[in-house]
T-cell receptor, first 112, second 113 residues
Framework: RKEVEQDPGPFNVPEGATVAFNCTYS??????FFWYRQDCRKEPKLLMS???SGNEDGRFTAQLNRASQYISLLIRDSKLSDSATYLC?????????????FGTGTLLAVQP | NAGVTQTPKFRVLKTGQSMTLLCAQD?????MYWYRQDPGMGLRLIHY???????AKGEVPDGYNVSRLKKQNFLLGLESAAPSQTSVYFC????????????FGNGTRLTVT
């Protein structure tokens, strides 16, 4: 089982739709969680950190469920410019050291 | 404020050739990282550094070497390139390790024939 798993998609949604992605992680000792956005042939950029109580940034809401070991990203009122790959990233405690585990990404395509 | 800058952006090598990828950051970050990204796989850590003069192995270090002689620069070397090293390479830096956001360079596309 992969340490961090995401549905690769693609998610094809119309403009204005609400879309949600989930990401599961295997290490219950994981400490911090992030969503990054990566445009085609570009570098990943931090979209938002994920806090235990859940957090919102404009049209984006991130949630953490430690009991079921998953994080989610909800995008409301999708825009064409939201089309990208969304990477789930988990800071996993590996005993002596931490390590950052990247998911393979979920591709979102927002259609006009 | 440039952030993280990588050079070169593209390179084609023949098997057995060597090259160095340069990463420079102007944010005074202590931590720097080299990742590779391959289709169908998440970014994988090659080597990292927690400060000037220090380096450590990541998940996939074989075939690569690194140096951090100055705080702002982190160099990735391929001594004898192999086709398996065809990939997109990203450098990143953080202020406080993995609990703070990664700032990535814009990547180097390397093809080894």
């Amino acid at each position: 089982r992969k340490e961090v798993e995401q549905d690769p998609g693609p998610f094809n949604v119309p403009e204005g739709a609400t879309v949600a992605f989930n990401c599961t992680y295997s290490n219950s000792a994981s400490q911090s969680f992030f969503w990054y956005r990566q445009d085609c042939r570009k570098e990943p950029k931090l979209l938002m950190s994920v806090y235990s109580s859940g957090n919102e940034d404009g049209r984006f809401t991130a949630q953490l469920n430690r009991a079921s070991q998953y994080i989610s990203l909800l995008i409301r009122d999708s825009k064409l410019s939201d089309s990208a790959t969304y990477l789930c990233v988990v800071n996993s405690y590996g005993g002596a050291t931490n390590k950052l585990i990247f998911g393979t990404g979920t591709l979102l395509a927002v259609q006009p | 404020n440039a952030g993280v800058t990588q050079t070169p952006k593209f390179r084609v090598l023949k098997t057995g050739q060597s090259m160095t990828l340069l990463c420079a950051q102007d944010m005074n970050h202590e931590y720097m990282y080299w990742y590779r990204q391959d289709p169908g796989m998440g970014l994988r850590l090659i080597h990292y550094s927690v400060g000037e003069g220090t380096t450590a192995k990541g998940e996939v270090p074989d075939g690569y070497n690194v140096s951090r002689l100055k705080k702002q620069n982190f160099l990735l070397g391929l001594e004898s390139a192999a086709p398996s090293q065809t990939s997109v390479y990203f450098c990143a830096s953080t202020l406080q390790g993995y609990n703070s956001p990664l700032h990535f360079g814009n990547g180097t596309r390397l093809t080894v024939t």
